[in-house]
């Protein structure tokens, strides 16, 4: 088991945390105020580029296509519940810094994958 | 107009669901389950258990082939792989065709070569079977019935995306605590993000019942040529066994040739000729279009001669034309045939995300019309009904599905017609869930179910340590997942059933109403549904209104 997958799962959460912060309804959640139009764009950008890194990895990660689109398609599902689990915790009243837990999480699990 | 559109594609959405939700609920249940199909069976025979993994088990194969079938015409080695640990061998009588269904074959313990009696189980092929044949029904009508349900699930899926537009503007929102907000919110959560598995998952499995529902259009898959009739030999006497050629570098030759993908069976045919010949299949196929078949095995091949090792022949992957190789690869990713484990996993996740969106917009149906007709205080006799059904319909088959594990291994191994027995008490848990709420009421019968669902899932492994003999701690350290599996799947289950028996535990929906009030715990949604149950409970909350 290589790290691939792992660092797959971890550029689609930080690119939907990055699109999140595009809308403006979970920027305020995550980081309080609005963003501005160019603030947005530039979060959607970075997010979408974030995606596609994702989508690349899992391609290299899987030998065949259809295979590497439809696990690509779980891992975003995996980072999505993640990162919306992150915000209602945050709308309870949780720290900044646990953005960062899942992809710490992820990183350990790749990390004894890759021991193991 | 836009209004009127998205308000026609909210009723289609609540009908469809409504009308065939339960049907759906278990078609994602079991099929969820069914992702283990044979790491279940395998669970589901602890006799088989007691084999451990022990170096290059063919010599071993093949000394006790000579013993048990030394007259045979043609032996056959099935070995372990990634999904089923077990090492068996069968061979032909004198005078059949080699590589024929039902004849002779043993399991073996790969250490001592012993023959090792598994008992007759359902197993997982039941979970599987059922989430598109039923059981009890023609097969045919079956799977009428399924297919309509997957194309209406197709409907809901589309009307679904169309009646919440807002999902989109509020991606990852979740808010606990909220009633029926969080109903919803949770429904439009597991639809959302995991909407390309659901899409996937239906039309792909719409695909698999084009035959079914459209027999005209099908296209048929390749076809190997037929296999030469094999001529009936009369019995031969005895003859000394040939000496053959070493298999390992053979095998090594061809798992090259296949890119890597390893020899799944051995088939050492013609023993009775002169020229008998080794036959390699490998273990599944390498690329996904290849085969759509439920059966295990790639359909490459490589023939050797079996004194000296030469290669006679090498088959690859047959031609088909876009429409089939499509078709192929929509049936192969439905049943997630390609799937290394973590991928396995990973559908796991995305099926039991499934089978929560279909749970959750049940409950949603009667919530919505409960807090509608609390003002009256008069539940009309459909809504009570629906409520009453919710619980056997979605809580029930946890529950049966949980006691479908514990009856595998509380029936006697020896026992008459032990598969059928296994079927029968997952259908009676099933029909007793049913009845329950009528008798009991639902608030109390969903925390019941959904408790007594949590226990049997959590115990499970502590089940399968007292009755089998190796449990989960020794199944990991051993580094045998596919043991592992399934009690860890009955962990992840049991958490998930325990979370939500203590949301609909009794007593939730007598808190004072909360409106926006963010309370210490989340005012159980199955607490909702409960209120229109139990009529003592008089006031609902209010929560958010709906979409």
Known sequence: ?116 | MKNGFRQSMAWLHTWTGLLLGWLLFAIFLTGTLAYFRSEITYWMKPELHVSQPAGDPVPLALSRLAQLAPAAPSWSITLPDQRNPSLSVSWSNPGEAPGRRGGPSAILDQTSGQILHPRQTAGGDFLYRFHFELYGLPRALARWIVGIATMAMFVAIISGVITHKKIFKEFFTFRPGKGQRSWLDMHNMTAVLALPYHIMITFSGLVLFVSTLMPLVIERGPQRPPQPAAEVAEAPPPRPLPQLTAIAPLMAQAETAWGGMPVGRIQIEKLDTDTPEILLVPQRQSVVTVQSGSGANGSERMRFDALTGRQIEATGVPEASVVAQVNMALGALHRARFSDTGLRWLFFAAGLAGTLMIGTGMVLWVSKRAMKHAKSGVQPFGLRLVDRLNVGGIAGLCLASAGYFWANRLIPAAAENRAGLEIAAFLLIWAAAAIHPFLRGTEKSWSEQLALTAVLALLLPVLNMATGPSGLPQALMAGNMVLASVDLMALICGAVAAIAAWKARPGQQKKPKANRRPPAAKPAPAAAVAQTGVPQTGVPQTGVAGE
């Open chain 1, 1 to 116: 088991m290589t790290m691939l997958p792992w660092a797959s799962l971890i550029l689609s959460y930080a690119g939907f945390t990055a699109l999140a912060l595009a809308m403006p309804r979970h920027h305020e959640e995550l980081w309080g105020g609005k963003p501005g139009p160019l603030a947005r764009r530039l979060w959607q950008a970075g997010g979408a580029l974030a995606l596609l890194a994702s989508l690349i990895l899992a391609l290299a990660t899987w030998p065949n296509a259809p295979v590497a689109v439809s696990a690509w398609a779980g891992l975003l599902t995996l980072a999505a519940f993640a990162l919306a689990m992150v915000l209602t915790r945050r709308n309870l009243g949780g720290h900044r810094a646990l953005v960062l837990a899942p992809p710490a999480l992820a990183l350990g699990c790749g990390f004894l994958a890759a021991v193991f």
